[in-house]
């Protein structure tokens, strides 16, 4: 199964190691295109959500193929929801929207 444009995905970077959580828009040998937050960001961007106080948008990134240390879907289950489904349960709307 390929991952494609439009889905949910956590990219795994390194130097610096960084985690974003996003949609993705396009995957080729130069590199990766995400419209994302960081994920350390997410509990707050929720809360600043859900209480309509300002926060950061999720923003344009395009991270180089030598950066990328991997690039997994955001699939839960009903044990350990996604990213996604944990969004929507917090804030009542799709993290696509944003």
Request: hydrophobic share 40%.
């Amino acid at each position: 199964m390929k991952i494609a444009k439009g889905e949910s995905v956590i990219a795994v970077l390194h130097s610096p190691r960084e985690k974003l959580l996003g949609i993705l828009g396009e995957i080729n040998a130069s590199g990766v295109f995400i419209r994302g937050i960081d994920l350390s960001y997410f509990e707050d961007w929720c809360s600043s959500i859900v209480n309509d106080e300002p926060f950061l948008p999720m923003s344009e990134y395009f991270v180089p193929m030598w950066r990328v240390e991997r690039i997994v879907l955001d699939e839960g289950d009903e044990v350990n929801p996604s990213m996604t489904d944990q969004f929507l349960k917090k804030t009542g709307q799709l993290m696509s929207d944003y």
